[in-house]
């Protein structure tokens, strides 16, 4: 554009060279007083699209009071209106750029005359800001005065709007490169669109594709028909990593690594065959460093001649961060393999040790109870006790083996059921029945809250592990004199079972990990309960697999264990 002014032209490329790495309201600022400044206006906004639910919102204004944005909003909602209804509606329905004269002749601004009036502009230009063929904001300029637009006016903030989209889009993907490997797909697909919206600027006219030359932070080349370079941008040569003077003239194959030679040879083809696919490509620097690139061609006919315009990207950091995640990842399933592995034999050991110890135990526990049956012998009464604690401990470490194997058999998961027909009350009587002399030993009350209860499906056996398991916990974490109620109730599509005691009760912040396998509330070596911390974990996987739910519930006076079980369906029973 021979008419434009060179301030505007400097301050076009002061937009392409802000800092993407900037906080982003600092970029929109930096976009807004550029152009403003450029242009002799008062004041301006920026709108952008919210990704995530299209509306159009307005983050970012200059020359204007701080609560500007929010006035912006009130009067709207005032007018029973929506910013959409504005000129930038229009913007976002046409894909073209609106022009405001004279405010107060502009319908669409009437819920804003007031709010215009008082702040002293007069006139606008609402620009779209595009991704591709897709409206992404908008950069709006305001005058003091009311004014008519001059035809360099439009196009320097058009321009001015094509490259703050650009900026904009680019600092969005700056901030998101560095959190995870789909951001890095993100940042090429906006890079796709950067470069088909360049190349329809390309064609627009020669003056606009100098002006987005000049300014470009992507490399630029001009090859003619016999494949030489003719001219390039100072991005280019950066890139290339090769003095212009050095290039202009030379055969294109001069930056090209030998063995990619027929490689590019082939693209050249096809692009004059009207095939314009982007690719990446590599080149040898002057310094003989390889660089990697992403290439875009198209291609016209300027002042009669063919030539092939070519946008390079240099994504030489994105490549090695590309290699970086893939050899990380490689570690990482490495790692999760050899993981894998250990759990596998450590599950093996338990499963081999526990049914080793299981048959010199229950020996012992046949033995005991000879001796104490006095089938073999008569025994004192100091013998007798003896006896009793090698039996209590010979069962508990029984049932802890039984424990060690249910666990084997969850990691395995071979944990097999049985189904059939169920009384959860005779479960219930049962299992309080069993449970009274455990509790009588520290003076707790044991009482049942019960409702008449339907058959269920399910694993007797399993379940009523589950329930002993539950109050043998309540007993063991309830003081002496506590009191323990078990409550079962009859839902409309399921039944409910509750176990509530009077104890020391379960800490927030560990109710989410109970039901952890091998998770103890007080891990340290010197707490007060025994226990493995795999009991709560068998719970949740028998009840889980009857479709059940099971969870604990605490408030410092206690804790109170719900399980919830489908009632019997044709289904269950099928």
Same mark, same amino acid.
């Given at each position: ?170 600092? !969005? ?108 490509? !590599? ?292």
């Amino acid at each position: 554009m021979e008419n434009i002014e060179k301030p505007k032209l400097k301050a076009l490329t002061d937009i392409a060279s802000i800092d993407i790495t900037l906080e982003f309201n600092d970029i929109l600022q930096s976009i807004l007083k550029i152009t403003c400044e450029a242009t002799g206006a008062k004041s301006g906004t920026i709108m952008l699209v919210d990704e995530l639910d299209n509306n159009i919102r307005m983050v970012a204004s200059y020359g204007l009071p701080q609560d500007y944005i929010e006035r912006v909003y009130d009067a709207a909602k005032k007018a029973g209106v929506d910013l959409a209804s504005s000129p930038s509606g229009t913007v976002l329905e046409t894909d073209k750029y609106y022009l405001v004269p004279n405010i107060l002749e502009e319908p669409k601004d009437k819920p804003w005359y007031d709010l215009s009036k008082e702040l002293g502009f007069s006139s606008q230009i609402f620009t779209p800001m595009k991704k591709g063929l897709k409206v992404i904001g908008l950069l709006n300029v305001y005058w003091a005065e009311p004014r008519r637009f001059t035809d360099e006016e439009i196009n320097f903030v058009t321009i001015a709007a094509s490259q703050a989209s650009s900026v904009v889009q680019n600092a !969005r993907l700056c901030g998101r490169l560095e959190n995870n490997v789909q951001e890095l797909k993100q940042y090429k697909e906006n890079l796709e669109d950067k470069i088909k919206e360049t190349h329809k600027k390309l064609y627009d006219s020669e003056r606009y594709l100098r002006t987005i030359i000049e300014s470009s932070l992507d490399g630029i080349l001009v090859v003619d028909e016999n494949c030489r370079f003719e001219f390039g941008n100072d991005s280019a040569f950066n890139i290339l990593g090769w003095p212009g003077e050095e290039l202009i003239g030379q055969f294109f194959m001069k930056v090209i690594p030998p063995d990619l030679e027929e490689f590019m040879l082939d693209r050249f083809h096809d692009i004059q065959k009207g095939n314009e696919t982007p690719y990446e490509t !590599r080149i040898i620097t002057k310094s003989n460093e390889t660089k990697y690139l992403y290439v875009s061609h198209s291609h016209g006919v300027i002042k009669g001649k063919r030539k092939y315009i070519v946008v390079i990207k240099n994504v030489t950091e994105n490549k090695k961060l590309e290699q970086q995640l893939k050899e990380y990842h490689e570690k990482l399933e490495k790692s999760c393999e050899e993981l894998k592995e250990a759990d596998r034999i450590k599950t093996e050991f338990i499963s081999n040790l526990t049914h080793e110890l299981m048959t010199p135990l229950t020996s012992i526990k046949g033995f005991v109870e000879l001796l104490n049956d006095e089938a073999i012998g008569t025994i004192n009464e100091e013998q007798k006790k003896s006896l009793g604690i090698i039996h209590r401990n010979s069962e508990r470490l029984i049932h802890l083996i039984k424990e060690l194997l249910d666990i084997s058999h969850l990691e395995k998961n071979t944990l097999g059921l049985h189904f059939g027909l169920v009384s959860i009350n005779d479960i219930l009587s049962k299992c309080i029945l069993d449970m009274q002399p455990m509790a009588k030993e520290k003076q707790i009350s044991l009482f049942q809250d019960a409702r008449p209860l339907p058959v269920i499906w399910g694993d007797e056996e399993r379940l009523t592990q589950v329930i002993i398991n539950l109050l043998g916990n309540a007993i063991k974490f309830t003081p002496n004199d506590g009191k323990i109620t078990v409550i079962s109730r009859d839902l409309t599509e399921q039944i409910k079972i509750s176990v509530r005691d009077t104890g020391m009760g379960i800490p927030g912040d560990r109710l989410s990990r109970i039901f952890e396998r091998f998770y103890q509330i007080d891990s340290s070596t010197k707490r007060k309960y025994g226990g493995t911390g795999i009991g709560l974990s068998i719970c949740k996987n028998v009840i889980e697999k009857h479709y059940g739910s099971i969870w604990a519930e605490s408030d410092g006076n206690g804790s109170t264990f719900h399980i919830l079980l489908p009632k019997l369906t044709s289904r269950n029973g099928s």
